[in-house]
């Protein structure tokens, strides 16, 4: 009897414990579908999440945009209203509709006293910068008179153009020319006369 448990045993043993080779390929193999599996179902969850995010976030947008447009809609009605009543008013009482008119005109004068003064400093910048121009025109003709120091002088543009010496009128084109009063006048320091530098 004690060899018949032996041989059973050795029956059970083998069935027990399949070859090596063949479990492990059996596991690998099961495995690897597991972790296919798991891969899988794990992108089809961040897919479904994704689309999730999405529907919610184009739900939350229409709601914005409807509670938006019934915004606008409530407030076109109410300025409507608000114009109705204002037109009511002032056909059935007179001193609002006159008060109204001034509003008008004062608004019109006031558009057109700022048009005005625009129109006016236009004017203005451009008299200056054409008084500027002239100004600025040519090269000053003034004729020059160098004393014996190698100083030049001439007469002021404020200066009259003749001047009365020793009681006689002469322009100040011959004084200029005339050396001796032109040094009288230099060293006399005449208010007439500038000094070039």
């Known amino acids: 009897m004690a060899k018949k448990n032996t041989a059973a045993s050795k029956a059970t043993k083998t069935n027990k414990n399949p070859d090596p080779k063949k479990?492990?390929?059996?596991?690998?193999?099961?495995?690897?579908?597991?972790?296919?599996?798991?891969?899988?179902?794990?992108?089809?969850?961040?897919?479904?999440?994704?689309?999730e995010?999405?529907?919610?976030?184009?739900?939350?947008?229409?709601?914005?945009?409807?509670?938006?447009?019934?915004a606008d809609k409530e407030k076109a009605d109410a300025e409507a209203k608000a114009a109705m009543e204002m037109?009511?008013?002032?056909?059935?009482n007179r001193t609002v509709a006159r008060q109204l008119e001034a509003k008008k005109l004062r608004a019109a004068n006031a558009k057109k006293a700022e048009k005005d003064l625009k129109s006016k400093a236009i004017k203005e910048e451009e008299s200056k910068s054409s008084a500027e121009k002239a100004s600025k025109?040519?090269?000053?003709?003034?004729?020059?008179?160098?004393?014996?120091?190698?100083?030049?002088?001439?007469?002021?543009?404020?200066?009259?153009?003749?001047?009365?010496?020793?009681?006689?009128?002469r322009k100040t084109k011959e004084l200029i020319e005339d050396g001796e009063v032109m040094l009288e006048l230099v060293y006399g320091n005449n208010n007439f006369i500038e000094q070039i530098y």
């Open 137 to 169: 025109k040519g090269k000053d003709n003034r004729p020059v008179f160098t004393d014996d120091r190698g100083l030049k002088f001439r007469f002021k543009k404020s200066a009259p153009a003749s001047l009365n010496i020793d009681g006689v009128s």
């Open 87 to 92: 037109a009511d008013l002032v056909k059935n």
């Open 53 to 70: 995010k999405a529907d919610a976030k184009a739900k939350a947008d229409k709601e914005k945009s409807d509670a938006k447009a019934k």
């Open 23 to 51: 479990a492990g390929e059996v596991s690998a193999n099961g495995a690897d579908t597991s972790k296919v599996k798991a891969e899988k179902e794990k992108a089809d969850s961040k897919a479904k999440a994704d689309q």
